[in-house]
C-alpha cells in the first residue's frame, strides 16, 4: 500500500514551458486534491475532485489544468510555465466527506526559470 | 474572509522540554479543526480532528485542545525528542466547503540536545 505517490520529485521548467505533474493513490478514494506551498505561506488549493469525471477549482487555479480519467490517477497540467509558479506541489486524497483525513504525497518542487 | 493564523512563527526547545502552539481562526461556519505535522521536505501528516463539540484530544505525546467561543486551538506536546523538529499547521474545514481546508502557515519547531 504505496498510500499516494507523486512525479517527478523536482523539475526545472524554462519560461513558457508545460509539463504534468503525476498523482496516483491506491487507497480507492473518491476524493482527490491538488495544493501549492510557497514559502512562509499556508498551503492553496488549486484544484480538487470528488470522482472520476468531475473536477473543480479551488483558490488559485489559473495557469493550471487538470484531469480525473480514474479513480487512482489525478494528474496536474501546467501550460505556459510562469515563474509564479515555482511551488512546491502537493496532492492528497481523502475518503468522501467533510469529516475524512487528507493522505498527502511526498510533493514536487518545480522551480520556472 | 476564512483564516487561520499560529503563533510563535518559530520556536526552539531543549529535548525533553513541552511546548505549546497556538492557533486562532475565523473559519464560519466551523467543521472541524486539524493538526498536521510536516517534516521537511515531506507532506503533511495528521496528528488530529476536533468537532467543535471536542475539548480536548490525543495522540502519544501530542494533546490538542479546542474553544469554538474563542475560536481558538492549542497543540501541546509533552517530552519532545529530536524527531519532533518539523513545522506545525493548523487546518480549519468549514460546513458545507465540502473536505476543503484553510491552512495556517505554521510554527516551525526546532528540538535541540
Known amino acids: 500500500n504505496a498510500g499516494v505517490t507523486q512525479t517527478p520529485k523536482f523539475r526545472i521548467l524554462k519560461i513558457g514551458q508545460s509539463m504534468t505533474l503525476q498523482c496516483a493513490q491506491d487507497?480507492?478514494?473518491?476524493?482527490m486534491y491538488w495544493y501549492r506551498q510557497d514559502p512562509g505561506m499556508g498551503l492553496k488549493l488549486i484544484y480538487y475532485s470528488v470522482g472520476a469525471g468531475i473536477t473543480d477549482k479551488g483558490e488559485v487555479p489559473n495557469g493550471y489544468n487538470v484531469s480525473r480519467s480514474t479513480t487512482e490517477d489525478f494528474p496536474l497540467r501546467l501550460e505556459l510555465a510562469a515563474p509564479s509558479q515555482t511551488s512546491v506541489y502537493f496532492c492528497?486524497?481523502?475518503?468522501?466527506?467533510?469529516?475524512?483525513?487528507?493522505?498527502f504525497g511526498p510533493g514536487t518542487r518545480l522551480t520556472v526559470t | 474572509k476564512n483564516q487561520v493564523e499560529q503563533s510563535p512563527q518559530s520556536l526552539i526547545i531543549l529535548e525533553g522540554k513541552n511546548c505549546t502552539l497556538q492557533c486562532n481562526y475565523t473559519v464560519s461556519p466551523f467543521s472541524n479543526l486539524r493538526w498536521y505535522k510536516q517534516d521537511t521536505g515531506r507532506g503533511p501528516v495528521s496528528l488530529t480532528i476536533m468537532t467543535f463539540s471536542e475539548n480536548t484530544k490525543s495522540n502519544g505525546r501530542y494533546t490538542a485542545t479546542l474553544d469554538a467561543d474563542t475560536k481558538q486551538s492549542s497543540l501541546h506536546i509533552t517530552a519532545s525528542q529530536l524527531s519532533d523538529s518539523a513545522s506545525y499547521i493548523c487546518v480549519v474545514s468549514f460546513t458545507g466547503g465540502g473536505n476543503k481546508l484553510t491552512f495556517g502557515t505554521g510554527t516551525q519547531l526546532k528540538v535541540e540536545l
Open positions: 492528497a486524497s481523502s475518503g468522501t466527506g467533510g469529516w475524512y483525513e487528507q493522505y
Open positions: 487507497m480507492n478514494h473518491n476524493y
